[in-house]
């Protein structure tokens, strides 16, 4: 499964009204940001980079995803490759853990001691109203760096963690692994350590 680390850039909080000025992502060491005026092109370039089975991550997510499906609808594109993908949240572990309504994706880099590009995202209709793209990009980039530091961070929050016997048995495999790692991972850091020894066999 892809981790696809995403944000969009919108003009407004109401996408009836609103439009998508800029998509961002990052995926197996691809990072990408779109700023263009032709709203459908964007979303088309997006849809096409998704597989199945990959995963949409955010911070915030189900405001994108929401803004994505039903600008997607607007311009007659057909929504269903993002409907398939697993969606992961981060902002949901955090709200579950204390009495807020949200809490910043700014406020959580600096509290983890991340980097992150200072600039306010209420600046972004000004910035596309004054056609400073480069503006948009950076902070729409920033911001999905953010979402991939945050889901490294929250890992034990999000996902089960990998059992004892995984751990032992990667160690029997000769694996070398994090405390991070979660039940998928170790799954499948073992089927690709099996299938390099019976590459190694025959």
Request: glycine share 8%; net charge negative; proline share 3%.
């Amino acid at each position: 499964m892809r981790q696809v680390f995403t944000d969009i850039e919108t003009t407004g909080l109401y996408p009836f009204v609103h439009r998508i000025v800029c998509i961002g992502w990052a995926c197996e060491g691809e990072k990408r940001t779109i700023v263009d005026r032709d709203e459908r092109g964007m979303l088309q370039q997006f849809l096409d980079f998704l597989q199945p089975g990959d995963a949409l991550v955010g911070y915030n997510f189900d405001f994108d995803y929401g803004f994505l499906v039903l600008r997607c609808l607007k311009h007659g594109l057909n929504p269903q490759k993002l409907i398939s993908c697993e969606r992961i949240d981060l902002m949901k572990p955090i709200k579950a853990l204390i009495e807020a309504k949200g809490v910043s994706l700014q406020t959580l880099a600096d509290f983890f001691g991340f980097e992150y590009e200072k600039t306010s995202g209420k600046k972004i209709p000004e910035f596309w109203e004054n056609g400073d793209h480069e503006a948009i990009k950076r902070h729409c980039l920033s911001d999905v760096g953010l979402a991939a530091q945050l889901f490294e961070r929250l890992k034990p929050l999000l996902f089960e963690p990998a059992t004892e016997k995984q751990k032992r048995y990667l160690l029997d495999l000769g694996v070398k692994f994090d405390e991070t790692l979660t039940k998928g991972e170790a799954s499948r850091l073992i089927d690709e350590a099996r299938g390099s020894q019976r590459g190694a066999d025959t």
